[in-house]
C-alpha cells in the first residue's frame, strides 16, 4: 500500500518553492573557495551537510564533482546547486549494488537540476518516503546486473512518491548480462513521469518500468518519452512498462523500442503489459518491436480506456508460432469495461485482438482508423477464428464507425476479415483489404466504398494527435457524415454538430483543436487547407483561374471541369474548360455538334478523315454552306 502520508502530500506540492522559503542553508563545497562568503554553514560533503541540521535542510552545492553515497532518513532535504555543474558519480571504490542516494523512513528529498554520471552503482533507492527530481540528468555506462537481478539502474522505490519532472535518464552501455534490470522498478508506489525520457537503456528485463504484482499509481504525462530501449523478453512482462494498479499515459511517446526473445516459442511480451486499470490519451506508440507485434496487453481486472492513441509502424520478429497482434486485451472477466475510440492503428503487424475469459461488462471499439495492418493470422480484430473477432463468451462487444481499410491477412487459413458471434458492428466502412471477406456476424450496414483517405501512406516518423492528414477522411468521401449516432450513448453528432462521421476524428472524442475554425469560415480546421483564410476551406466555392485552392478539394484551380487538362488559355489543350467529356484524346461522339477530341472537328469520326469531299452532302441534297460575299455582293449556292 501507498503510505497515507503521501496520499495527501505528494513529492510534487512538498517541493513547491514557496514551502523552503524558510528553510536552513547548508553549503557545500569541494573546496574552500565558495565558503568564503558564505553566510550560511559551510561543509565539505553531502552527507555532512544533510546531518548538520534537523531539517528541512535545504543544501545548496558548489561546482564540482562529489562521490559519495547519501542516506536521507526521515527530514526533509532538498539539494540545488549554487554555482554550476554540480555532478554526482559513483564512488571509486563502490560496491555494485551501492546506492548513491537513499531516501528512507519518511523522508522527503527534492533535488533540482542535480547531474548523475552511473558506472556500477545505482541512481536512488526511495523507501517508504517522498522523492521529487526536476531539470536533471541522470546516465549509466551500464546497469549493473546484481545477483538476482531485481535491482533497477536508475530508481527503485517501494511504498513511496516519486516524481520525476524535465528528467531524462539515459543508458549508454549494450552488453547483456544472465540477468538484466529495469531502468525504473517499484512496488507500491506512486510514480509520475512529466516531459522526462528514458533513453538507450539496454540491460532491462519485465520493463524499462516494472512494477511488479504490487499494486501501483503510474503516470506517464506530457511530452515523456520512452526511445530506443531493449529489454531482454525471458518472461511474460512487458517490453518497456509493466505492472498492477494503475496507469495513465497522457500525451507520452513510445518510440523505436524493441522487446529481444531468445526462446523458440516467443512470450508475451507486449510492450506495455498491465493489469488494473489503464487510460492511454494521445499517446503515440511508433516503430516498435515486440515478438508478437503486442504494443498493448491488458489483463483487464478494471477497465480500460484508450483514447486517440496513434500505433504506428510497430511489428514483429515474424515468429509463426505467435501471430502479430497489437492491441491485446487478455482474460476479460466480469465487470471489465474497455474502450478504443478516435484512434489510428496504421502499417503495423496486426490488429485488435479481444479474448474473453467470461463475459466481460462491455468493450467498445469505435471510431477508430485501422488502415495497412498485416499479420500471419488476421490483420484487423480476431479471435482464434482469425480475421475480426472475440474468444470467449462475450456477448457485449461493440465495433462500430470504425475504417477498416487496406489491411492484409496472410494467413493460408480462412479467416480474412472474420467475424464471431458475439459481436455487433454497425456503420463501419470496410475497403481494400485482403482479403476483403466478412465471415461470420455480418455487417448488416456495412459501407463499402474507397473512403478516399489523405495520406494512409504517410511516414510514421509524422504521425502524432495533431497530425490531422494521416488517415483522415477526405471532406468529399463516403465517411463524412455515416456513422452510427447510436455508438456513443447520448452523443449523436461530431464537434461541429452534424451528424457522426466514420473514422477517428468524428465523435465527440475526437481532438479539440481539430475542430476549432480560428478564421470564422464555418469549416473546422480539420477540414480547412488555410485557417487563416475565411474564404478557404472544404465545401466553400471555388472560383477558377484564380489560383486559390477554395474549396480544399486539391484539385487544379486552372482545370475547371477537372477532366486533367487545362484550357488553352492557361496554357493547356482543353478546347472546352466547362465540359468534362471534352478534351485532347478524347472519344468523339458523332452527329451531336461537339468536337470532344479537341480536333478542331465537330461531328467526325476518324472514319472521315482524310478522305477529300466524302463528308460533303450525298447527291440529291442541297445546302446552302456559304455566306453572301462581301467582296461580291453574291449568294453562293452548291447542290448535287
Known amino acids: 500500500m501507498i503510505p497515507a502520508l503521501l496520499a495527501t502530500a505528494g513529492a510534487f506540492d512538498a517541493c513547491d518553492d514557496e514551502d523552503w522559503l524558510s528553510a536552513e542553508h547548508v553549503r557545500v563545497c569541494p573546496d574552500s573557495a565558495c565558503c568564503a562568503i558564505a553566510t550560511v554553514p559551510c561543509v565539505g560533503s553531502l552527507q555532512a551537510a544533510v546531518d548538520l541540521l534537523p531539517g528541512p535542510v535545504w543544501v545548496e552545492i558548489g561546482a564540482g564533482t562529489y562521490s559519495e553515497s547519501v542516506v536521507v532518513d526521515g527530514k526533509a532535504v532538498r539539494f540545488q546547486p549554487y554555482t554550476y555543474p554540480a555532478r554526482w558519480v559513483d564512488a571509486a571504490d563502490a560496491e555494485v549494488d551501492a546506492v548513491l542516494l537513499q531516501v528512507l523512513g519518511g523522508a522527503t528529498v527534492c533535488m533540482d537540476e542535480i547531474n548523475m554520471d552511473l558506472v556500477a552503482q545505482r541512481a536512488v533507492r526511495v523507501a517508504s518516503a517522498a522523492l521529487a527530481v526536476h531539470d536533471s540528468y541522470w546516465s549509466t555506462r551500464f546497469a549493473a546486473s546484481s545477483a538476482d537481478g531485481a535491482l533497477p539502474a536508475f530508481i527503485e522505490a517501494s511504498g513511496s512518491d516519486v516524481v520525476l519532472d524535465?528528467?531524462?535518464?539515459?543508458?549508454?552501455?549494450?552488453?547483456f548480462g544472465a540477468r538484466a534490470n529495469p531502468a525504473i522498478g517499484i512496488a507500491g508506489t506512486r510514480l509520475t513521469l512529466v516531459d522526462s525520457s528514458v533513453r538507450d537503456a539496454s540491460r532491462v528485463i519485465d520493463g524499462g518500468l516494472s512494477g511488479g504484482t504490487a499494486p501501483n499509481e503510474v503516470v506517464l504525462a506530457g511530452f515523456t518519452e520512452f526511445r530506443d530501449n531493449l529489454a531482454l523478453g525471458y518472461s511474460n512482462g512487458g517490453g518497456l512498462v509493466s505492472g498492477a494498479g494503475t496507469l495513465t499515459i497522457e500525451g507520452a511517446r513510445l518510440i523505436g523500442n524493441a522487446v529481444a526473445t531468445f526462446d523458440s516459442t516467443p512470450t508475451r511480451s507486449g510492450l506495455i503489459r498491465w493489469r488494473g486499470d489503464v487510460v492511454l490519451r494521445d499517446a503515440v506508440l511508433v516503430d516498435n518491436l515486440t515478438p508478437t507485434g503486442a504494443m498493448l496487453e491488458w489483463l483487464g481486472s478494471g477497465s480500460l480506456l484508450a483514447e486517440r492513441v496513434d500505433v504506428c509502424g510497430n511489428s514483429s520478429e515474424g515468429?509463426?508460432?505467435?501471430?502479430?497482434?497489437?492491441?491485446?486485451?487478455?482474460?476479460?472477466?466480469?465487470?471489465?469495461?474497455?474502450?478504443?475510440?478516435?484512434?489510428?492503428?496504421?502499417?503495423?503487424?496486426?490488429?485488435?485482438v479481444v479474448r474473453t475469459a467470461a463475459a466481460a461488462e462491455g468493450v467498445s471499439i469505435h471510431n477508430n482508423a485501422i488502415l495497412g495492418n498485416r499479420a500471419p493470422y488476421g490483420s484487423v480484430v480476431r479471435g482464434s477464428a482469425g480475421g475480426f473477432g472475440v474468444e470467449g463468451p462475450s456477448t457485449s462487444t461493440l465495433f462500430t464507425n470504425n475504417l477498416v481499410v487496406a489491411n492484409a491477412d496472410l494467413s493460408p487459413q480462412a479467416g480474412g476479415l472474420?467475424?464471431?458471434?458475439?459481436?455487433?458492428?454497425?456503420?463501419?466502412?470496410?475497403?481494400?483489404?485482403?482479403?476483403?471477406?466478412?465471415?461470420?456476424?455480418?455487417?448488416?450496414?456495412a459501407i463499402q466504398e474507397d473512403p478516399r483517405l489523405v495520406d494512409v501512406d504517410v511516414s510514421c516518423d509524422l504521425i502524432g494527435p495533431s497530425d490531422f492528414q494521416t488517415g483522415l477522411p477526405s471532406f468529399h468521401g463516403p465517411a463524412i457524415d455515416r456513422g452510427d449516432p447510436a455508438s456513443v450513448p447520448g452523443v449523436a453528432t461530431d464537434r461541429d454538430g452534424t451528424r457522426l462521421d466514420i473514422g477517428p476524428f468524428g465523435g465527440p472524442y475526437g481532438p479539440a483543436d481539430a475542430w476549432e475554425d480560428a478564421d470564422v469560415d464555418g469549416v473546422p480546421r480539420l477540414f480547412d487547407c488555410d485557417e487563416g483564410d475565411p474564404t478557404v476551406g472544404a465545401g466553400l466555392d471555388d472560383p477558377p483561374y484564380d489560383g486559390i485552392d477554395s474549396d480544399c478539394a486539391g484539385d487544379d484551380d486552372f482545370d475547371h471541369d477537372g477532366d486533367g487538362h487545362r484550357p488553352t488559355r492557361f496554357g493547356g489543350e482543353d478546347c472546352n474548360d466547362d465540359d468534362p467529356t471534352a478534351f485532347p484524346g478524347a472519344t468523339e461522339v458523332p452527329a451531336n455538334g461537339v468536337d470532344e477530341d479537341c480536333d478542331g472537328w465537330a461531328d467526325e469520326g476518324d472514319d472521315l478523315r482524310g478522305r477529300g469531299c466524302a463528308h460533303l452532302p450525298r447527291p440529291g441534297i442541297t445546302s446552302l454552306l456559304s455566306r453572301r460575299s462581301k467582296e461580291e455582293g453574291s449568294w453562293s449556292l452548291w447542290s448535287r
Open 418 to 445: 472474420s467475424i464471431a458471434t458475439g459481436v455487433t458492428l454497425r456503420s463501419n466502412l470496410w475497403w481494400g483489404n485482403s482479403p476483403e471477406r466478412l465471415v461470420g456476424t455480418a455487417d448488416p450496414s
Open 319 to 352: 515468429l509463426a508460432a505467435e501471430a502479430a497482434e497489437s492491441f491485446v486485451l487478455l482474460a476479460l472477466q466480469d465487470g471489465d469495461t474497455a474502450v478504443v475510440r478516435n484512434s489510428r492503428i496504421v502499417q503495423n503487424d496486426g490488429g485488435i
Open 166 to 175: 524535465h528528467v531524462g535518464l539515459r543508458g549508454r552501455g549494450t552488453s
